[in-house]
């Protein structure tokens, strides 16, 4: 690193927050506006709504939102929404946030009978003083906004979580085995940024669990000064290093986006094996856009996809760079 990034790091406290030097800056990915980005190769399908919205002129925070309703309305995606697995109970809960340019934000959790998280959250956001509702809290809201309840537990979901019950052991999958949180950010042809997050969270978590999905600076930021961030894997992992903000204040500090994401999923890794936990049991994957287009994302292991769309090169994964592997 050279001596003036070094200085301009210590001065604004980033070295304090133990984002280390250890790795060379990557490569950037520049794209123009507008342009959306989705996790996973479900993506792609996400990708595809919230451009028809952006392709139009709309707003980057219903692009991201289409985009997120599309998952949670397909049953045959067992990681957010109707069809979820369930936890160890056998119910379906959700958690969901969504983050604007103008620092609004709305965030439900322990949602039950409503699968579209993502549009409450934004509710949420709109319609009340607060930024976070739970449980029934959060159930009550969505009927007393009109939003439609249903069992969201699938046929395929309940076999699957009979067939659990059969060990009832709890190891929660690395990649997409177990988990799979759809996390979507926009910026529209104004140049305004938005995000989402939705899931049902961890298979046969313990009821009441919740990751960092709903939790603002964790799952998901929207700063309109820096740019988004979306954060995907063990949520607890992530909760615990405060991910997404991190990762925003790493792009503020001019680093650029992939390795802003590469330092935080580098502290994901220093904080496991501060704790004894061996990283071949958990993922954490980060994906960021700054207000300018450029675009990256990383993972503490391999397997993290991310799609991205613009009008430059259309609609593609990407495989994420990452910090660890057992190989």
């Not at 988004?228 to 607890?236: D, F, P, R």
Request: proline share 4%.
């Amino acid at each position: 690193m050279k001596r003036r990034e070094f200085i301009k790091m210590q001065g604004q406290g980033l070295l304090g927050l133990g984002l280390g030097m250890a790795w060379p800056l990557g490569a950037v990915a520049e794209s123009t506006k507008p342009i959306v980005l989705s996790t996973w190769d479900y993506g792609l399908r996400t990708n595809d709504v919230a451009w028809r919205l952006l392709s139009e002129g709309g707003s980057a925070l219903d692009a991201v939102l289409a985009g997120a309703e599309l998952a949670e309305m397909d049953p045959d995606n067992a990681y957010v929404g109707l069809g979820g697995f369930p936890d160890r109970d056998g119910i379906v809960t959700l958690d969901a946030s969504v983050m604007d340019h103008g620092y609004n934000m709305g965030m439900v959790a322990g949602l039950e009978q409503v699968p579209r998280a993502s549009a409450l959250a934004r509710a949420v956001m709109e319609h009340t003083p607060h930024t976070l509702l739970v449980g029934d809290g959060a159930l009550q809201f969505a009927k007393e906004q009109g939003f439609e309840t249903m069992n969201l537990l699938t046929p395929a979901s309940e076999k699957a979580w009979k067939r659990w019950l059969e060990t009832s052991r709890y190891q929660p999958g690395v990649n997409v085995e177990n988990h799979d949180t759809m996390g979507l950010l926009g910026m529209d042809s104004q140049g305004r940024l938005a995000g989402v997050c939705t899931t049902s969270g961890m298979a046969y978590k313990m009821h009441g669990r919740v990751g960092d999905t709903p939790i603002i600076g964790s799952g998901l930021y929207v700063d309109p000064e820096v740019g988004a961030v979306a954060a995907t894997g063990h949520g607890e992992e992530i909760v615990r290093a405060g991910g997404s903000l991190l990762v925003v204040e790493g792009m503020r500090s001019g680093l650029d986006p992939e390795e802003a994401c590469r330092q935080v999923a580098q502290r994901v890794l220093k904080q496991l094996r501060h704790r004894g936990k061996d990283p071949a049991l958990y993922q954490a994957c980060f994906m960021a856009l700054t207000k300018n287009g450029q675009y990256g994302a990383c993972a503490l292991q391999p397997g993290f996809t991310y799609a991205v769309q613009d009008a430059g090169q259309g609609n593609r994964l990407r495989q994420a760079p990452h910090v660890w592997s057992k190989l």
